[in-house]
């Protein structure tokens, strides 16, 4: 076999009635033998082998689903196998039903070669009906016209009305909870503006009580002191006249100043009434009321 230059060229052919020496063998990929051009083929050498990479796939008629057999496995095994962990006959409805046109009276099976969508109510339809008056459009749905925050409101006064009926929405909750706050930083500022001016009238009561004590004492000059700014004066009159012009008109100016403001916490704007505030994001920013 070979030649003396190549004495390992050519092998002879595996096939019992043949052994014919090619230079040029092919292997066989399932069985590994050499074999000559004449029986290469899985047929031609009746290779053993031949069927162990094939597949064989069953279609099962319970859920529609495609079995593959295995080649050292008994069909039987493979079937009982799938049928008890894999089979799902709430598939097969789903495999087997084909879509047809939802437009009525119309048999029309919806194929990818034939299904349009319609681009108002976003609903397959065949090539027939694919216009909106042919399927009867009920067109796009309408977006909202805001946002339901006032609705919101309303329904979280009324829940607040009944204590034992607890909300229902986390967006009542975050209403309640709006509510809440704004009501306790008004109630403190109210509590704040209320002790300055019981401050203030006590201060003032006392001044206007000194008036018939220190009224003797002419002869005593810049001895009127003002408990607010320490300003001195050479009368009582002229202290009480000038608390009820300065720290007064400051009081009443201090109150309006510190009259409570609700941020709003998009723009950061203030609002004085929580209501205003509400219509504010309504209205300008298009019912979101996060930042």
Not at 201 to 225: F, H, M, P, T, W
């Amino acid at each position: 076999m070979g030649t003396p230059e190549f004495p390992d060229l050519g092998k002879h052919c595996t096939f019992e009635d043949c052994k014919q020496i090619d230079f040029l063998p092919f292997k066989c990929d399932r069985c590994s033998q050499v074999f000559c051009l004449e029986h290469r083929s899985y047929i031609k050498h009746s290779c053993p082998k031949a069927d162990r990479e094939d597949v064989t796939v069953v279609v099962c008629p319970l859920c529609a689903k495609g079995v593959r057999l295995i080649p050292d496995e008994d069909p039987n095994i493979t079937w009982e196998t799938h049928v008890n962990t894999e089979c799902d006959p709430s598939n097969f409805e789903k495999v087997t039903k084909k879509k047809k046109c939802p437009v009525p009276g119309c048999r029309e099976i919806l194929t990818f070669s034939n299904t349009i969508k319609c681009r108002d109510c976003m609903v397959d339809h065949c090539l027939k009906h694919r216009f909106g008056p042919d399927h009867k459009c009920s067109g796009p749905k309408k977006p909202e016209a805001g946002f339901p925050f006032m609705s919101l409101l309303s329904r979280s006064r009324k829940e607040e009305s009944k204590p034992n009926r607890a909300p229902t929405s986390s967006s009542s909750k975050w209403t309640t909870s709006f509510l809440n706050a704004a009501s306790t930083v008004r109630a403190s500022a109210e509590a704040g503006m209320a002790k300055l001016s019981t401050e203030l009238s006590q201060k003032l009561q006392i001044a206007r009580d000194g008036i018939g004590q220190n009224s003797c004492s002419s002869g005593r000059v810049g001895q009127e002191e003002c408990p607010q700014c320490s300003a001195k004066f050479s009368s009582v009159t002229s202290l009480v006249e000038h608390v009820e012009k300065v720290h007064e008109a400051s009081s009443s100016r201090t109150r309006v100043k510190k009259v409570t403001i609700d941020v709003c916490p998009k723009c950061s704007r203030g609002f004085r009434d929580p209501v205003s505030l509400v219509e504010h994001v309504e209205r300008d920013h298009g019912g979101s009321s996060k930042a």
